[in-house]
């Protein structure tokens, strides 16, 4: 049975792992960042597919992120979303947020019980954020291997110049293999940039839904809480039988 592991090693301080689910993180000593696939089995460009459909999830749930926290925040700005609350009907990243930012105009809100679930969330943005800036301008490689023997290393730079070092004796298979390294480590690196631009963005929309005085403190945290439940719940979603349809109740 074809298999695949995925590992990238990070340059500096500990690394914060990564939020996908995808790659296992470690300190690297490279000046950038080394991402390092390696497979085995007799297929081993098909144990490559499962994690692309992945990253193909994390693309749409993160669109789908933008989208609906848009759409939440002129939604909890009308009168009729500041009277009835946090509604059972919301999704559950929906209903997470409402949980603090309704009812508006109401008393300013309780944070206690919620203290340390919003410090750890915190944390973990705060550390994914310092490591995407580690890397950030760094020239990535990625390098790749099948039944432990090495197939390329590959140097991909921000300005868009690759160089790529091959192996001996590669099959059109083993060729392949690499090729779909490069663009599942790339891929990641650009999902991590993404979820970093929309959690900034989440943080300006969200601090002034929030009463005052409480604002710069809960809207980094309930972003990153937001961004997170849908990833999750876009990768539960991929893991269901194609016959099950997922009806997400508008709001």
């Not at 789908?64 to 909890?76: I, K, P």
């Given at each position: 049975?074809?298999?695949?592991?995925?590992?990238?090693?990070?340059?500096?301080?500990?690394?914060?792992?990564?939020?996908?689910?995808?790659?296992?993180?470690?300190?690297?000593?490279?000046?950038?960042?080394?991402?390092?696939?390696?497979?085995?089995?007799?297929?081993?460009?098909?144990?490559?597919?499962?994690?692309?459909?992945?990253?193909?999830?994390?693309?749409?749930?993160?669109?789908?992120?933008?989208?609906?926290?848009?759409?939440?925040?002129?939604?909890?700005?009308?009168?009729?979303?500041?009277?009835?609350?946090?509604?059972?009907?919301l999704p559950p990243a929906e209903r997470r947020l409402a949980a603090l930012v309704a009812p508006m105009g109401a008393q300013p809100i309780a944070l206690a019980g919620l203290r340390t679930d919003l410090d750890e969330a915190t944390r973990r943005a705060t550390d994914f954020a310092h490591q995407v800036r580690r890397i950030a301008g760094q020239v990535a490689l990625v390098r790749s291997s099948a039944a432990r023997r090495p197939l390329g290393h590959t140097r991909v730079g921000w300005g868009?110049?690759?160089?790529?070092?091959?192996?001996?004796?590669?099959?059109?298979?083993?060729?392949?293999?690499?090729?779909?390294?490069?663009?599942?480590?790339?891929?990641?690196?650009?999902?991590?940039?993404?979820?970093?631009?929309?959690?900034?963005?989440?943080?300006?929309?969200?601090?002034?839904?929030?009463?005052?005085?409480?604002?710069?403190?809960?809207?980094?945290?309930?972003?990153?809480?937001?961004?997170?439940?849908?990833?999750?719940?876009?990768?539960?979603?991929?893991?269901?039988?194609?016959?099950?349809?997922?009806?997400?109740?508008?709001?």
């Amino acid at each position: 049975m074809a298999a695949a592991t995925f590992r990238v090693l990070l340059p500096g301080e500990p690394a914060a792992g990564d939020v996908l689910g995808l790659w296992d993180a470690a300190p690297g000593d490279e000046p950038g960042p080394v991402w390092e696939v390696a497979v085995s089995g007799e297929d081993a460009l098909a144990s490559l597919q499962q994690p692309a459909r992945q990253l193909d999830a994390v693309t749409l749930a993160l669109s789908a992120a933008e989208r609906r926290l848009q759409r939440f925040v002129q939604t909890s700005r009308s009168p009729q979303f500041a009277l009835a609350g946090p509604a059972l009907t919301l999704p559950p990243a929906e209903r997470r947020l409402a949980a603090l930012v309704a009812p508006m105009g109401a008393q300013p809100i309780a944070l206690a019980g919620l203290r340390t679930d919003l410090d750890e969330a915190t944390r973990r943005a705060t550390d994914f954020a310092h490591q995407v800036r580690r890397i950030a301008g760094q020239v990535a490689l990625v390098r790749s291997s099948a039944a432990r023997r090495p197939l390329g290393h590959t140097r991909v730079g921000w300005g868009g110049d690759v160089r790529t070092v091959w192996a001996a004796g590669l099959s059109p298979t083993d060729v392949a293999v690499h090729d779909r390294a490069v663009q599942l480590a790339l891929a990641t690196i650009r999902s991590w940039l993404r979820i970093i631009t929309l959690a900034s963005a989440g943080i300006v929309q969200l601090s002034l839904l929030f009463p005052s005085g409480v604002g710069a403190i809960t809207a980094l945290p309930a972003a990153w809480n937001f961004i997170t439940d849908i990833l999750a719940e876009y990768q539960r979603l991929r893991a269901l039988p194609l016959s099950v349809v997922y009806v997400c109740t508008p709001f």
